[in-house]
């Protein structure tokens, strides 16, 4: 049978109710263990700088295009970035430097295809072993997608990302809210943290944690997701994708101006069933839609045959990236890694 990912709860993003409440007694006992490990992690020193892209919630907010926004800046800074992941939903649990070409999602996950596309990858359950590997390859600034809390590596800067309209829910640890681990715990241990979105009225989740991050003088980055795809004007398309969070692919479509006729919300990181891909393929060919994925779904689909080939072929991809709204915000953050590195070694 074949594993699913579960969706987050939605009573996690809304104040506490009783569903809440009732998992609390989890949640202390959960939160306790989390902050303890985070607190006592021996982390082994990397003979490399190390920057971590992590998020306080479980599910995504954007680590993955700021990651990569954070490799172009190093690039034109004239560094070597390499990104560190554990590739998560992929079956190798070795340590692995990732090919486009020869790799596909089933085998490495997909969030390292796409950061291969900017810089050098390696996956790996073990950071440590992972980092000795992009130090053989040449590597000189560790990019690491991910692993915030569990990481055994020294940090050199720790930037937390956060989705201005989710923030961090109901503020509660799992399995009572979305928080990987207690705020204040996570608040100490980042370097500063990156609200991702348009401030809208009504809408902004974010207040709360800004508040707890302006009270320990850590430092609070802003920045946006930008479609970097043309125009789907008039398109009438079948948007399907398996995020974290759906109605951010629907709001890029939206100003994309593609009329969304049908929606398609799959599990985070969950590859389609043959069942599922016939759905799409036919429902497209009933009402004459464009099919319209993310470049994150676009990848599990490569290497497919067959049906899972024509819906890749026949399916667009809208590309985004993350833009800081300070163009000099990311190198900023590159150059006090390399500082703190450098501080590190020096002791």
């Known amino acids: 049978m074949r594993k699913q990912k579960l969706d987050a709860p939605s009573?996690?993003?809304r104040k506490p109710d009783w569903r809440a409440f009732a998992l609390l007694p989890l949640s202390l006992?959960?939160?306790h263990i989390a902050g303890r490990r985070m607190a006592r992690a021996k982390r082994q020193s990397a003979d490399l700088p190390v920057i971590c892209v992590g998020n306080f919630t479980l599910g995504g907010a954007g680590k993955t295009p700021t990651a990569l926004a954070l490799a172009k800046a190093a690039k034109a800074m004239g560094l070597r970035p390499g990104f560190l992941s554990r590739g998560y939903g992929g079956r190798l649990k070795t340590t692995t430097l990732v090919y486009q070409t020869r790799h596909t999602a089933a085998e490495v996950g997909d969030e390292p295809l796409l950061l291969a596309r900017e810089a050098m990858t390696?996956?790996?359950?073990?950071?440590t072993e992972g980092a000795?590997?992009?130090a053989r390859q040449g590597v000189d600034l560790i990019i690491m997608d991910d692993g915030f809390q569990s990481a055994r590596l020294t940090l050199d800067f720790a930037l937390v990302v956060v989705d201005r309209r989710r923030g961090t829910g109901n503020d509660l640890v799992f399995p009572a809210g979305p928080l990987r681990a207690p705020l204040p715990k996570q608040i100490a241990a980042m370097d500063a943290?990156?609200?991702?979105?348009?401030?809208?009225?009504?809408t902004d989740g974010s207040e709360s944690v800004v508040r707890l991050v302006a009270r320990a003088g850590k430092p609070v980055l802003t920045a946006r997701l930008h479609p970097v795809t043309g125009s789907l004007s008039g398109e009438r398309v079948l948007a399907y994708c398996g995020i974290a969070d759906p109605t951010k692919f629907h709001r890029t479509l939206e100003e994309l101006q593609a009329d969304l006729v049908v929606t398609r919300a799959f599990g985070d990181h969950q590859p389609l069933?043959?069942?599922e891909i016939e759905g799409l393929l036919a429902t497209a060919d009933e009402q004459d839609l464009q099919l319209v994925t993310t470049a994150k779904d676009a990848v599990r689909l490569k290497g497919g045959k067959g049906r899972t080939a024509e819906l890749a072929a026949r399916s667009k991809v809208v590309?985004?990236?993350m833009r800081f709204d300070d163009p000099d915000m990311p190198r900023h953050v590159i150059e006090q890694a390399l500082a703190n590195f450098r501080a590190r070694v020096a002791k």
């Open 319 to 321: 590309e985004i990236e």
């Open 29 to 31: 006992l959960y939160g």
């Open 273 to 275: 069933s043959p069942d």
């Open 132 to 134: 000795a590997e992009l």
């Open 122 to 127: 390696v996956i790996s359950p073990h950071r």
């Open 11 to 13: 009573f996690w993003w």
């Open 193 to 202: 943290m990156l609200l991702v979105g348009e401030p809208t009225a009504g």
